[in-house]
């Protein structure tokens, strides 16, 4: 029994110098940490569609705005219990900021209130019930607020009642009406108020009780309560997502880039007097094979761009079995890989096409290419490029039945598309 209790981490063995006349069991006061996530704003000034704090990470994480919020406290070790305050007509969309979430069983929410305060408090009540030491205040939408910043409230709170992370005023501060300056105000002991925001629980909880209606953050309720708050650095990073500047400022463009390589066959000599190549007409007296065009340049460069957008091949957009792809031009091929890649917000940068045959001979068509290439994907002529390459003699190339291409091509794509 002893051994068993002893096994327990609630409960801690007290150790006497002097011989027990039997064993002491006392419960260990672990002083619990909790968290109140602030997510039940509409989020109006971060544009049209869903509130912000649901939109997706503009750092490419692949999670959303509340999902990294929560994930800062979750994961914490330090955190025992976390509230998040979410809107009612939210719920569905905080079902799949959870699905992104680790330690899910510390995580319980409650609905907000009609202001940011009445939210609070409402958290608050939510986590009254586990008796809590502290609790940390942070606004979802300062997803960008690291474990550090958790450790530093921590570290400071020893005899204070609140800790609240700031910045000092860096701007120089003005005060205008009708956008005429009136004067200018002193900075100096001004501080920007961040979250999380951290308060001894009881002491919070009975401020919000008695504070009047109307308080921005907890800091300004603990101040009308008269609570010693103790300001500690914050973090220049941890800005509140708030417009739709905001969102695009952090969004982090990724170079991508996608490959393509393609074979056709060639027919008898004499079948043809010109073949395509890259979107332009080329001298030669065998045609290329094939069920479109059969411009094996771009269907290397085509496949390239879907590969750079992670969106399957040509067969799957432009099945060979449809009978609407015979003798298709292939521009109409690249042109639809593009119109993919606009529409997930990617441009292409650049493209490298390498040519593989014995003949014709490319490099007095070079440049014609090059032209076409440039017209058909709107790139400057100095982002394409075009190489030719013979194998020497050797396999099906070398033997003149039939021409590859190989090609890569370059994408910026906004992080979270
Ligand atoms: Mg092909």
């Known amino acids: ?18 011989p027990p006349r039997r064993a002491r069991l006392a419960p260990m006061s672990e002083p ?4 109140i996530i602030v997510a039940g704003g509409r989020g109006q000034r971060a544009g049209e569609g869903i509130p912000k704090q649901y939109r997706p990470m503009p750092d490419g994480g692949g999670d959303n705005v509340l999902a990294r919020s929560i994930a800062l406290f979750a994961e914490n070790p330090a955190i025992s219990k976390l509230c998040v305050v979410i809107h009612k007509y939210d719920v569905s969309l905080y079902d799949i900021s959870l699905s992104h979430c680790n330690n899910t069983d510390k995580i319980i929410h409650t609905f907000g209130g009609d202001s940011r305060q009445q939210s609070v408090f409402n958290g608050l009540k939510a986590l009254a019930a586990s008796k809590p030491q502290t609790v940390f205040i942070h606004d979802a939408a300062r997803p960008f607020a690291t474990p550090a910043l958790i450790a530093r409230c921590l570290e400071s709170l020893s005899d204070n009642d609140g800790v609240v992370p700031a910045l000092p005023v860096t701007d120089t501060l003005k005060k205008a009406e009708n956008g005429l300056i009136d004067q200018t105000v002193a900075r100096d002991g001004l501080f920007r108020a961040q979250t999380p ?10 401020a919000h009780q008695t504070a009047p209606e109307g308080l921005t953050d907890d800091a300004a309720v603990a101040e009308h309560a008269g609570l010693r708050v103790q300001i500690v650095t914050g973090e220049a990073q941890n800005i509140k997502l708030t ?4 969102f695009l400022m952090n969004t982090q463009i990724l170079p991508r880039t996608g490959s393509g390589f393609d074979v056709h066959r060639f027919d008898a000599p004499g079948s043809a007097a010109e073949i395509m190549l890259c979107g332009t007409g080329v001298p030669h007296d065998r045609k290329i094979i094939g069920h479109s065009d059969a411009d094996v340049g771009l269907h290397a460069i085509t496949d390239a761009i879907l590969g750079a957008l992670a969106a399957g091949d040509i067969g799957d957009h432009f099945p060979p079995s449809d009978a609407a792809n015979k003798d298709r031009a292939s521009s109409v091929f690249l042109a639809h890989a593009l119109k993919l890649a606009a529409a997930r917000q990617a441009r292409l940068t650049h493209i490298d096409l390498t040519l593989i045959c014995e003949a014709p001979k490319i490099g007095p068509h070079r440049d014609a290419m090059r032209a076409s290439l440039s017209a058909l994907t709107g790139l400057p002529l100095s982002a394409v490029s075009v190489k030719a390459t013979t194998t ?3 396999g099906f190339t070398g033997r003149g039945e039939g021409i590859a291409a190989q090609a890569t091509a370059t994408l910026l794509i906004a992080g979270d598309a």
């Not at 417009?243 to 905001?246: G, H, N």
């Open 1 to 18: 029994m002893v051994a068993e209790l002893l096994k327990g981490k609630q409960y801690l063995r007290i150790l006497s110098p002097y």
């Open 32 to 35: 619990l940490t909790t968290a």
């Open 197 to 206: 925001q951290l308060f001894s629980f009881d002491k919070l909880y009975a």
């Open 243 to 246: 417009t739709e500047e905001d």
């Open 392 to 394: 020497e003699g050797l």
